[in-house]
């Protein structure tokens, strides 16, 4: 059984450039969440993704969004970036329903 | 607004020593509680999922415990270990259909040999 999976593992943008993050949901898995996590803090919910539609979403602005795709995979999309984006972002699948959450090891973003 | 709160922020302790990490959410109207371990600069690690069913739930070294009622959760480590050292993260699952997960800001252990 393959884990979750994210890509890139580290990138850096300048600050108003766009970013993408990918991630591969654990198999069978049919929900992504998407967390940001500043340094020295817990993660924040960014939004949900259940079936290819947005399932719920956390307190950030339309510059982030996300799409999921046919096989479950998902990317996030960061527009305008700021030097607050700087973060380590973390993806997590599920079965819709089940709950629990399945992380994977993340994409440590640098805005300069 | 869902809010979680883990004390201390950090522990230290000398290796074989138990501890107990906690865990206090506002809102009881939580589905399940989850307990994860997270080294400097990695993913998380899910140590102890406990539904809000259960009061409590067993991993080798490692015991959870869910008190709903008083938006309560603790973490006990026995017999510590200096592999033990990482930050301790506690969420709680909530929010009607979509089951995001609401984060503490952690509990940074060290294990001093």
């Known amino acids: 059984e393959t884990g979750v999976t994210q890509s890139p593992t580290h990138l850096i943008k300048t600050r108003g450039q766009q970013v993408t993050l990918r991630c591969s949901s654990q198999?069978?898995?049919?929900?992504v969440s998407w967390y940001q996590q500043a340094l020295g803090q817990g993660p924040q919910f960014i939004f949900q993704?259940?079936?290819?539609?947005?399932?719920g979403r956390g307190n950030f602005p339309p510059r982030f969004s996300g799409l999921q795709f046919p096989n479950y995979s998902s990317e996030l999309n960061v527009n305008a970036l700021e030097l607050d984006d700087s973060a380590l972002y973390l993806c997590?699948?599920?079965?819709?329903?089940?709950?629990?959450?399945?992380f994977g090891p993340g994409t440590r973003l640098t805005v300069t | 607004k869902q809010e979680v709160t883990q004390i201390p922020a950090a522990l230290s302790v000398p290796e074989g020593e138990n501890l107990v990490l906690n865990c206090s959410f506002t809102?009881?109207?939580?589905?399940?509680l989850q307990w994860f371990r997270q080294d400097p600069g990695k993913g998380l690690t899910s140590l102890l999922l406990?539904?809000?069913?259960?009061r409590e739930q067993t991993s080798g070294r490692l015991n959870a415990s869910l008190d709903k009622s008083s938006g309560r959760s603790t973490l006990y480590i026995a017999a510590s270990q200096p592999g033990d050292s990482a930050t301790y993260l506690c969420?709680?699952?909530?929010?009607?259909?979509?089951?995001?997960?609401?984060f503490g800001k952690g509990t940074k252990l060290s294990v001093i040999p």
């Open positions: 809102d009881s109207a939580i589905y399940n």
């Open positions: 406990i539904q809000s069913s259960q």
């Open positions: 997590a699948s599920s079965l819709a329903g089940a709950g629990e959450q399945y």
């Open positions: 198999s069978g898995h049919n929900t």
């Open positions: 969420a709680v699952y909530s929010g009607a259909g979509s089951y995001q997960l609401t």
């Open positions: 993704y259940y079936r290819e539609e947005e399932n």
